[in-house]
């Protein structure tokens, strides 16, 4: 499963073509991605063909994010137990 820890944000861009439509307007439909490059914030563009893959990949990033928590939390729980049976067993 691919994943792409970012986020996908719709943009308006112009394409910078002196007699294009959209240098009067506000711009072509596009998408960028923005992701920490280490303490960096950064963004690419992302082609229009690919985007709906590209946000596929961010959706599992966010799913992973997710059940990592729900593990961690799990694992906090047997960690409780334990604590708790041991300390039963030094009153039995
Ligand atoms: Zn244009």
New binding site residues.
Partial sequence: MPFLAASLVAIRR??G?AY????SGEG?PAHLLTFKDGRKQRAVYVPQEIVKEVAQWVKSHKRLKQLIRDISGLQIAMVRLQVRLRREQRKA
Avoid: E
């Fill in positions: 112009k394409c073509k294009c439509l959209c240098a072509h």
